[in-house]
């Protein structure tokens, strides 16, 4: 894939990261607008209904004949057998059976009726001798209240839209940074790659010419073999680039290959051995599983293993042990050291890029850079998983699982 193609990509990331940004302020106004509509809505109807309630009862009290009531309202008076109505009262009302209660009982009450399809407000109350009714007409204060509703409704969707353009705006803003940083990354990681394979190709290549210039020599077997060794070092070391450039592209397809863990874990003990013999360390490897087969890139697990060898290697005072053991489904790998162990502050993010700790009891420091940092982003992407921990008997003790490929 070309630079031009990856930073295309990238854009259409950033697009995409800007609109989920827009689209979630948006979706948090809208809650927001909803809430305080439904509040104001809330309020206004409380309000109204105090103002109804206030309007009927002042009809009550102060008008002194039925044709006084204001506009919108009927007036109702019942006592001793004789009745007044307002002229105009909507048919189907008085409210026949709140009047008899009330007489009956002398007690208020409000009502709230609803006749042929139009709704009324009725006050019922004692007044003297008498039982006086008061109907209110609410088309008005509905009308008013659809109005502040809809007006509501316009405000808010105007918030909406200006919140998702102010969200996609500002979403844009705050990840464009990290695009810039993570274009920067792609870039230095794709020129690194491009800049060693060369001379890696170059290495190979000599060593390969030298082997050949040796091979017609019978008398040259340890140098030979260590022609050898460099040859297999370089393939190494350039199966590990082809892994770094396929983990720094989130778009490329994973390798899944099959790897045989036992045949991987036995030729970098082997390997390591030198290294260890530097540091008066011995390296032991033991395996018990059967079919100790993964899924993945032998490249990236070789990684994996070497880190966490190193680290052993590194902190171990006179031993390293490297257990293949079978659990369920999963191929778990050992890695135990008889060094000064983790430092427990540190043991919950050991993992984590540039952690790094002290031990105090041997006056040395135990400090773990990207080696293990990158352990645990292969075992990811190999579907497994790394842990650590310390031995009761001393040591740290590290734990590679990995899901067995399927037969």
């Known amino acids: 894939m070309s630079r031009g193609a990856k930073l295309s990509g990238d854009a259409r990331m950033l697009r995409r990261a800007s ?26 109807v409380h309000g109204q209904h105090r103002q109804e309630d206030e309007l009927l009862q002042t009809t009550i009290g102060r008008a002194d004949d039925v044709t006084d009531p204001p506009h919108g309202v009927w007036l109702v008076l019942r006592g001793s057998g004789q009745g007044q109505v307002s002229p105009g009262l ?17 007690l208020a009450r409000t009502d709230d009726l609803s006749v042929a399809g139009r709704e009324y407000r009725v006050r019922t109350q004692p007044r003297g001798a008498e039982v006086a009714q008061a109907v209110l007409d609410l088309r008005d204060a509905h009308r008013e209240r659809s109005h502040i509703v809809r007006a509501l409704l316009l405000a808010g969707v105007a918030g909406l839209v200006v919140a998702a353009l102010v969200g996609a705006w500002w979403g844009r803003r705050t990840v464009t940074p990290l695009s810039e940083a993570l274009a920067l990354q ?39 073999s260590d022609v050898e060794g460099l040859v297999a070092d ?38 390591a051995r030198a290294a260890a013999q530097r540091r008066a360390v011995e390296v032991e490897f033991r395996s018990e599983a059967r079919r100790p087969v993964v899924a993945g890139s032998e490249a990236g697990l070789r990684r994996a293993v070497n880190a966490v060898l190193d680290n052993a290697i590194r902190h171990a005072r006179t031993r390293v042990r490297v257990h293949l053991t079978e659990s369920g489904r999963d191929l778990v790998v050992d890695v135990l050291d008889d060094g000064p162990g ?49 031995q009761h008997t001393g040591g740290a003790a590290l734990t590679l699982r990995f899901p067995r490929a399927p037969e």
């Open 90 to 106: 909507p048919r189907g009302l008085p409210d026949e059976d709140a009047l008899r209660r009330t007489a009956r009982d002398h």
């Open 234 to 271: 370089a393939d190494r070391l350039t199966g590990i680039l082809e892994d770094l450039l396929l983990a720094a592209d989130p778009r490329a397809a994973a390798v899944d290959a099959p790897v045989d863990l036992h045949a991987l874990l036995d030729g970098e003990t082997t390997a």
């Open 19 to 44: 609109l989920r940004l827009g689209l979630q302020t948006a979706g948090a106004v809208a809650v927001t607008v909803a809430v305080l509509t439904a509040v104001a809505i809330l309020v206004v």
């Open 342 to 390: 983790i430092d427990p502050a540190v043991l919950p993010r050991v993992f984590e890029r540039f952690a790094s700790a002290a031990r105090l009891d041997d006056g040395g420091t135990r400090r773990y850079g990207l080696g293990l940092a990158l352990v645990s982003e292969i075992a990811a992407r190999h579907g497994g998983t790394v842990s650590a921990r310390n």
């Open 186 to 224: 792609q870039r230095f990681v794709a020129d690194a790659g491009h800049e060693l394979r060369t001379p890696l190709t170059l290495l190979s290549t000599r060593a390969q010419l030298l082997r050949r210039r040796l091979s017609r020599e019978v008398d040259h077997a340890a140098l030979r």
